[in-house]
């Protein structure tokens, strides 16, 4: 069974940090560029990163910029978002998805999510 799992959501105060994880099981993930998506509550889902099959190119929204970073490890099956510097407006829950050949294709498959909330 395909399935991208997210985890290493939670409660933090502002200014705080968090690694995400998304972790594929079913595939190979290195076949698949990987973004992150974010939903708040009462809002649309938004794009917040992506990374290459390779890793060896990533983009961020500019919301985020400077403060997330993406990475992958190919050999653990896995991506990473490092979340610093948070704050209230990065509450969400943050998403994963398998995009195909590279980001600017559509997602293939999606992960049920995990809940960040920040907050003091």
């Known amino acids: 069974q395909l399935q991208l799992v997210e985890s290493g959501g939670g409660l933090v105060q502002p200014g705080g940090s968090l690694r995400l994880s998304c972790a594929a099981s079913g595939f190979t993930l290195s076949s698949y560029a990987i973004g992150w998506f974010r939903q708040a509550p009462g809002k649309e889902r938004e794009g917040v990163s992506c990374i290459s099959r390779s890793g060896g190119s990533t983009n961020y929204a500019d919301s985020v910029k400077g403060r997330f970073t993406i990475s992958r490890d190919n050999a653990k099956n896995t991506v990473y978002l490092q979340m610093n510097s948070l704050k209230a407006d990065d509450t969400g829950v943050y998403y994963c998805?398998?995009?195909?050949?590279?980001?600017?294709?559509?997602?293939?498959?999606w992960g049920k999510g995990t809940l960040v909330t920040v907050s003091s």
């Open positions: 998805a398998a995009r195909g050949l590279s980001c600017s294709y559509g997602v293939n498959y």
